[in-house]
């Protein structure tokens, strides 16, 4: 099923209005051969002010879609890609806390499920962001 993001108005229709390379034919294909086809497009989200309501509207998860939708690219109703800047509260919230929730392997569950960070995961991942170490550069 070919997907695009229905436009706002009439004056705003998103990159992928109509394109359907953002979503490919449902043919078998592993999560590096959807990447290899789509993760060019990818950035195109990155403006795009209306990443919620694709995710709204195209239902990922539920519909175990392959593509791109609301900056991440989807395989199987998984993420597997996101667009730099992409926030998590753009994504529907978890249908159920679970005990992982408040570790690294909680916030990967939410991240792939594609959905919101709870508010244990959300404080674990930004004590976890604050304290990765930056990476400097020589003067050569």
Known sequence: MAYSALPVTEVFKPAC???????????E???SA???LVMDLLPTCGP?????RCIYQVRPRPS?????????????GDVIAT???????????????RELCGTSQGVKKHYTNGER???????YKEKADASEPVQLQLAV
């Open 83 to 97: 667009v730099e800047g992409a926030d998590d509260r753009e994504l529907p919230s978890a249908l159920v806390r």
């Open 34 to 36: 959807l990447l290899k």
């Open 48 to 52: 795009c002010p209306v990443r919620a």
């Open 29 to 31: 294909r592993t999560s």
């Open 117 to 123: 960070y709870c508010d244990a995961c959300r404080t």
């Open 17 to 27: 209005y109509g394109n359907t390379r953002f979503a490919p034919s449902d043919e």
């Open 64 to 76: 175990k879609f392959d593509g791109v939708a609301g900056g991440r690219i989807w395989f199987h």
